[in-house]
């Protein structure tokens, strides 16, 4: 007693206990910055009925040059036991890309130095069937454009909630999971 941390209790739920809907025995861990108040929207909105599994312990590479949104989508992601790897622009996450084994991307589409359509059709050409996700402020203008996008597997309009997030990851990555899971089936 005195030593358990919140987090390693069987019935604790960080999305819940940040809506204030869990465990009241320890600080509230929200981040200090900017972005909490969008963090804490992201989390504690409810999540659609019908709602897919969670996709949990996945590689993947996000790139976002905003520190407040790329700290805020790591600890979203992270929530599923994620490893992230961070980019501050394209074209760092393209190097880190080429030196690395990730199941998805996610990329912010304006960005310092390489958009996010840029890195997708880079991605594409190193490893076409790659999933990359491109998240915009203007996706509805993206989509309406009618411009191709190379590589892109999925758009994602921000401001977005964790549950889009796990229901686009478990989209993009069920094949994936299938795959994983008839690796594992008996002779």
């Not at 790139?63 to 501050?88: K, N």
Request: with cysteine.
């Amino acid at each position: 007693m005195g030593t358990e941390r919140l987090q390693d209790h069987p019935d604790f739920d960080y999305p819940q206990y940040l809506c204030g809907l869990g465990r009241r025995d320890a600080p509230v861990p929200i981040p200090v910055h900017n972005y909490s108040h969008l963090l804490t929207t992201m989390i504690c909105m409810k999540p659609p009925t019908g709602t897919p599994p969670k996709v949990l312990h996945k590689r993947i590479l996000v790139a976002e040059d905003e520190p407040g949104v790329r700290e805020a989508l790591v600890l979203l992601l992270s929530l599923d036991e994620h490893q992230i790897t961070q980019a501050v622009d394209g074209r760092q996450a393209l190097e880190l890309f080429k030196g690395g084994q990730f199941d998805l991307v996610i990329t912010d589409y304006l960005m310092p130095h390489m958009k996010g359509d840029e890195l997708a059709a880079h991605i594409h050409l190193i490893k076409p069937g790659q999933p990359v996700v491109v998240i915009s402020a203007h996706a509805q203008t993206l989509a309406d454009s009618g411009t191709p996008l190379v590589g892109v597997s999925a758009v994602l309009g921000k401001p977005f909630m964790l549950a889009d997030i796990r229901a686009m990851i478990a989209r993009l990555l069920a094949g994936q999971e299938r795959a994983a899971e008839a690796d594992f089936l008996p002779n």
